[in-house]
Every structure is written in structure tokens, then in C-alpha cells.
């Protein structure tokens, strides 16, 4: 599992209108040691993800009043930094590719038996997530030195 320093953790959003399948997943997420948030009402997604500083989401592409790839681009316009896997039931070539070409870092299919493949991907998406708080951080102590070059040569 990868070790997260920002206040993220090991957070992840799952948001799917199928419930058996969003409390089957949240089971088999939480054993493997995520903090799961679970939600059937896509809507309430976005809000989420602001107000509770959650670095990675789990979504469901076809559900009612808001589309999984549609609420993609909005996480994605929001913060490119939110890192999306897609769960679908839609097996279809075009539906990977939309989901990759909208900033999604995977796409896995319903029903899930072996829910290994998903846990792999969460963990390298926590890398990924992990090597934007350095770049993040390396930029602040880059421009406060900076700072500090600039104010001791005035």
C-alpha cells in the first residue's frame, strides 16, 4: 500500500448507483486498507471531493441525473490533480477511450470477481497522487528560497 503525506491518506470516493455493487466494493477497498466513502447519488460527488480533500475517486459511468464521464470532466475542470479510475457495465472499446481520453487513469469492468486488478491501480494512483504533493512541495521551498536570494540581495 502506498504511504500518502498530504492529509489524503488513503482516501477514495466511490460513487456508483448500484448499491450491492458500491457495499461489495466498499467492503473489499476497506479490508485492503482505504478509507472508503461511499455514495449512490452522484450528484453529491463533486461536494465531496471539495470539502473533505479526497485525492482519488472510484466512478460509475452509467448512472441516472449525472453521467460518470460527464462528472469526470467536472472533477477534472475542478482539479486536474483528482485522480479518477471508472468502473463500467458498458464493456465497449469507445467506453475506455472516453474514460482515458477525459483524464481517467483506468477503466475496469462490472461485475468485478477479482477486485486485485483495482487495488492495483489504487495503489499506483496513490503514487501518482504522492508525486504531485513533492512537486507541490519542492515548488513552495523552491520559491520561498527564492524569496529569501531575492529579499537578502536588496
Known amino acids: 500500500m502506498a504511504t500518502i503525506s498530504s ?12 448499491d450491492v455493487f458500491l457495499k461489495l466494493a466498499h467492503h473489499r477497498l476497506s479490508k485492503a486498507g482505504y478509507e472508503v466513502t461511499s455514495l449512490n447519488r452522484p450528484e453529491l460527488a463533486l461536494k465531496h471531493l471539495l ?17 460518470g464521464l460527464d462528472l469526470l470532466s467536472e472533477i477534472k475542470a475542478y482539479d486536474g490533480g483528482i485522480q479518477v479510475i471508472m468502473m463500467t457495465g ?22 468485478m470477481p477479482d ?12 503514487v501518482k497522487v504522492e508525486r504531485w ?15 529569501n536570494v531575492a529579499g537578502a540581495t536588496q
Open 115 to 126: 477486485f486485485t486488478p483495482l487495488l492495483e491501480s489504487l495503489d499506483a494512483t496513490f
Open 133 to 147: 504533493w513533492r512537486c507541490l512541495h519542492d515548488l513552495k521551498n523552491r520559491r520561498a528560497g527564492e524569496l
Open 7 to 18: 492529509d489524503s491518506k488513503n482516501q477514495v470516493l466511490h460513487v456508483d448507483d448500484d
Open 51 to 67: 470539502n473533505n480533500n479526497c485525492r482519488v475517486c472510484i466512478l460509475d459511468i452509467d448512472m441516472p441525473r449525472v453521467n
Open 90 to 111: 458498458l464493456v465497449s472499446q469507445m467506453t475506455v477511450l472516453e474514460s482515458l481520453r477525459g483524464g481517467a487513469e483506468a477503466c475496469f469492468f462490472k461485475p
